[in-house]
């Protein structure tokens, strides 16, 4: 069963293109039910989830996520955020992160159904100096965060963050993916 068919079976089902089987196999009715969405939205009508279609399918995510009051989302703390000087330069806030961000990081995560772990969100000027940051990199004003997603291959993290209109930079050598607004 694959993952990622079961989740664009139930976004299908969702907008009204089932009822498919979710059973995470690419059969003909939901190649059927693809491209019948995919006539809907203006794209060619192939049948296949490519990234134009995997864009449209999951981008009416970002409308119906809510943030807490300190800028949390359902998958995601302020404290996983914090800039991990540990307290040796700031408070580990030198600022707050992004709604816009936050948001697409949590269609990231609702889009590949796994796990995202933030490996660097804020930054406070010393700490980003230290980790080889430009000196006006996104990360100290909130507008940027490193991450990757246990076991999926970051390339496939990044195309998908891309289909959210996230900026992205791939870090192969070091398994995670750069994501930006």
């Not at 079961?6 to 979710?22: S, V």
């Not at 134009?52 to 409308?63: A, I, V």
């Not at 990081?105 to 700490?127: F, H, K, Q, Y």
């Amino acid at each position: 069963m694959n993952n990622f068919i079961k989740k664009y079976q139930i976004a299908l089902n969702d907008r009204g293109y089932g009822p498919l089987k979710i059973d995470g196999k690419d059969g003909p009715k939901t190649q059927k039910a693809v491209a019948a969405f995919q006539k809907d939205a203006g794209l060619e009508a192939d049948g296949v989830v490519g990234p134009l279609t995997e864009n449209r399918l999951f981008r009416e995510q970002l409308s119906v996520i809510s943030l807490d009051g300190d800028g949390s989302t359902p998958h995601f703390t302020r404290a996983e955020f914090a800039c991990d000087c540990q307290g040796t330069y700031c408070d580990g806030y030198p600022g707050v992160m992004d709604l816009w961000l936050m948001l697409k990081l949590e269609a990231l995560r609702n889009a590949l159904d796994a796990p995202v772990i933030i490996t660097s969100g804020l930054r406070c000027e010393i700490r980003n100096a230290e980790v080889g940051g430009i000196p006006r990199s996104k990360h100290r004003i909130g507008q940027a965060a490193d991450l990757y997603a246990p076991g999926i291959d970051i390339e496939r993290v990044a195309s998908i963050a891309e289909s959210l209109g996230l900026t992205t930079i791939l870090y192969l050598e070091q398994g995670f993916v750069h994501c930006e607004v």
